[in-house]
């Protein structure tokens, strides 16, 4: 039947089911929205639970900041600040925090996002979720949207605590351009979430994978050391991925004696690697989810 006849008929036009459309991604908004919702309700229905992992990034972090200043044998660093070339010594315990703060965000990506498609399947709802016309990404972006926000949950309480008991050394001025280097690598990092949770479709126990991933970005990201005390190979190949930039800018941005005087390469680099992330990720989940559905392996351990 022709446009022309099925308006005679009084007949609604036939629109592409594919596409993009304002009603489209209002319904995507919305799944992803209802999926971070979801998640919050799961953890709130054990709150020792939901209480047990906001405190402990806190519990983890205590460690590397007493390590710090023990080796040390003090607040302050000459050790870093060559290392940094900086005017003044480095304060350990805001160098430690402002990287540790970052590296929580990693487990975003690589855990929870990794795992939101494996928890499904877990869940016995993987396959429902398949047959409805919403995008599978939305689930995953929804989960990552829950993981950010319980993120910032822990980072607050770490926030808090650390500054009543040791005090931290950070320019009030460079938080805004700060937050806009995180939201940067966050973007990059979901990119990476999406890859892990291809791969965990695709090999069922993905968390090999995510782990030995993790474990690699704890190396070549600088948390509680600078990438100078790495071989310059590992420098060179810390560059591929955004939580090394992002650090460096935030701290220099955040903390005294940290001159900005690279950021806007830090801003371009950042903006790259959000691309390639981003499309490269989707790319692989796209190519696995027709993969696995071709095979009929989609509820398969």
Not at 236 to 241: A, D, L, N, P
Request: hydrophobic share 50%; with cysteine.
């Amino acid at each position: 039947m022709t446009k022309e006849d099925r308006e005679k008929q009084g007949l609604k036009p036939v629109s592409c089911p594919v596409g993009f459309s304002w009603a489209n991604l209002r319904a995507e908004l919305r799944a992803i929205w209802e999926s971070n919702v979801k998640v919050w309700k799961i953890e709130l229905a054990y709150p020792i639970s939901f209480l047990r992992e906001c405190i402990q990034p806190l519990v983890m972090l205590l460690p590397f900041l007493l390590y710090g200043l023990v080796l040390i044998g003090g607040r302050y660093s000459e050790a870093l600040q060559g290392l940094l070339e900086t005017a003044s010594p480095v304060d350990v315990v805001t160098y430690i925090f402002t990287g540790y703060m970052v590296m929580g965000f990693i487990g975003t990506a690589i855990w929870a996002m990794g795992f939101s498609i494996r928890r499904e399947q877990w869940f016995g709802t993987l396959e429902s979720i398949y047959v409805t016309p919403t995008s599978r990404l939305s689930l995953v972006l929804g989960v990552a949207l829950h993981s950010t926000l319980h993120q910032c949950i822990s980072v607050s309480i770490e926030f808090l605590v650390i500054y009543a008991v040791f005090g931290l050394g950070l320019k009030i001025q460079g938080i805004l351009p700060a937050l806009t280097i995180f939201a940067l690598m966050m973007f990059a990092l979901y990119g990476f979430g999406v890859l892990i949770s291809a791969l965990a479709l695709f090999l069922k126990e993905g968390w090999i994978v995510a782990e030995g991933l993790y474990s690699i970005l704890m190396i070549l990201s600088p948390g509680a050391y600078p990438l100078a005390v790495l071989p310059n190979v590992v420098r060179q190949v810390s560059g591929v991925f955004p939580t090394g930039p992002a650090m460096i800018g935030m701290r220099s941005l955040l903390m005294d004696g940290y001159p900005p005087q690279a950021i806007g390469t830090i801003f371009l680099h950042l903006l790259a690697l959000d691309a390639a992330w981003i499309l490269f990720g989707i790319l692989v989940y796209y190519l696995v989810d027709i993969y696995i559905r071709r095979r009929g392996s989609l509820g398969k351990y």
